[in-house]
């Protein structure tokens, strides 16, 4: 039972927020620094933020080329040209406000590796492809690399060609969602983490948002809970995808600097430090990734591990660290899903895996719907 000054102070707010991902915060964020007198609370069901802003690998990508034609087939010229910017514009927005340093920004550049074997057919389209985003970025944004596979100690014999993206970087995501959370924190906005919601009912004047122990109301809520939102929304377009990863432990004299990708960028791997980071091979096991429960899937484990010590460290020896899963949200496309429910209930979801580059631009999008 509530205190009257637990009641009065704590369950009332102008917006609540559900989930305490980089959408989430970022939402916080945009109200808070464009409307400072306004209350916000952010309710987190884990202890930390667990879906995949803490899991991710950390990669500042706008979209291999290979990516980018895919898209272009799937979603059309116009609709690749948005998503692209929109990227872009939340990398944009993220490093600006928490600054580079705090998230241990390095613009070390985007590689996607041509594996010998595999359709190379999308190489043709690189002119292309940079004519179509030179106006917005002003320069040739993909090269050919094909010395790259030497530099960076990778398995020439596997490796056709290599085609950089300058543009792109890396950031270190423990750092990114420890100084999103200050900044969140500093602005004034109230983040109670073990805070599950499990029902949400709105009113004429205002939402109420039942946990499991306390009941709170806001004139606003925003719902971020990207691949969890079923539970609320049972009947929302988007299905969740976990995705594993494995770390290894120091390597010396390590080469690879960059973020990488291949096999149309189900697979990708990056350095942290003199350290591999590795994750993906979602698409040997669609049914069995798409799940809400994190945990390990040694079918794709076992396969990371021979590419690691196949293609990417061939001639090292390594041991692995550490590995872990995130959840992601995934639709029939790559449109995200960002709308007002209701008169008061607006939610932005749905990230398809890029949420580091997308998230802060979604948020920016959330909060201008919520008013129109
Ligand atoms: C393994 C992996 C690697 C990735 N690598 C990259 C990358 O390199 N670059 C990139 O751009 N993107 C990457 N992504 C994608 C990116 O991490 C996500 O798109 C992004 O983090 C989504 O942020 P979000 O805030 O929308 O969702 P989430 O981070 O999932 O946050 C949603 C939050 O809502 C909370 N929640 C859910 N339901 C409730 C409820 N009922 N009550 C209270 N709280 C609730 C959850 O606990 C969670 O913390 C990766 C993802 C994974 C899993």
Redesign the pocket.
């Known amino acids: 039972m509530l205190s009257f000054w637990e009641k009065n102070t704590f369950t009332n707010y102008d917006y609540i927020i559900?989930?305490?991902?980089?959408?989430?915060l970022s939402a916080a964020c945009e109200i808070k620094e464009n409307w400072p007198d306004k209350s916000v609370l952010i309710?987190?069901?884990?202890l930390l933020?667990?879906?995949?802003?803490t899991?991710?690998?950390?990669?500042a990508?706008i979209g291999s080329l290979s990516e980018n034609c895919a898209d272009i087939e799937l979603m059309g010229e116009d609709a690749f040209l948005h998503l692209t910017l929109n990227r872009w514009q939340g990398l944009q927005i993220l490093r600006n406000r928490l600054g580079d340093d705090a998230i241990a920004y390095e613009s070390n550049g985007g590689y996607e590796l041509v594996l010998e074997g595999k359709d190379d057919a999308f190489i043709n389209r690189l002119d292309y492809m940079n004519q179509l985003l030179f106006t917005h970025f002003n320069k040739s944004l993909f090269t050919l690399q094909p010395q790259a596979a030497k530099q960076f100690g990778l398995n020439q014999n596997l490796v056709k060609t290599v085609i950089k993206n300058e543009v792109e970087g890396q950031l270190d995501t423990g750092k990114m969602m420890q100084a999103l959370i200050r900044y969140t924190q500093k602005l004034g906005v109230s983040i109670i983490t073990g805070?599950?919601?499990l029902n949400v009912q709105e009113n004429p004047e205002n939402v109420l948002v039942q946990t499991e122990t306390i009941d709170f109301r806001g004139k606003h809520l925003f719902i971020?809970?990207?691949?969890?939102t079923k539970?609320?929304l049972p009947g929302i377009e988007l299905e969740a995808g976990r995705?594993q990863?494995i770390v290894t432990a120091p390597i010396p004299n390590l080469k690879v600097k960059g973020i990488f990708f291949f096999d149309e960028g189900y697979y990708?791997f990056r350095n942290y430090q003199n350290r591999i980071v590795f994750?993906g091979g979602r698409n040997l096991d669609f049914a069995g990734e798409n799940t809400i429960d994190f945990g390990p899937n040694q079918k794709i484990l076992d396969v990371l591990q021979y590419y690691l010590k196949e293609l990417i460290l061939p001639e090292t020896t390594f041991e692995m660290e550490h590995n872990w899963?995130?959840?992601?949200a995934f639709g029939s496309d790559k449109t995200l899903l960002v709308k007002r429910i209701s008169e008061r209930q607006s939610m932005a979801?749905r990230?398809n895996?890029?949420?580091?580059?997308?998230?802060s631009k979604l948020a920016r999008d959330l909060v201008e719907i919520s008013w129109s």
């Open positions: 559900i989930g305490a991902g980089i959408t989430g309710l987190e069901k884990g933020p667990s879906g995949a802003s899991k991710n690998a950390g990669f990508c805070a599950h919601v971020c809970t990207n691949a969890f539970e609320l995705g990863v990708y994750g899963s995130g959840i992601m979801v990230l895996g890029m949420g580091v580059a997308l998230g």
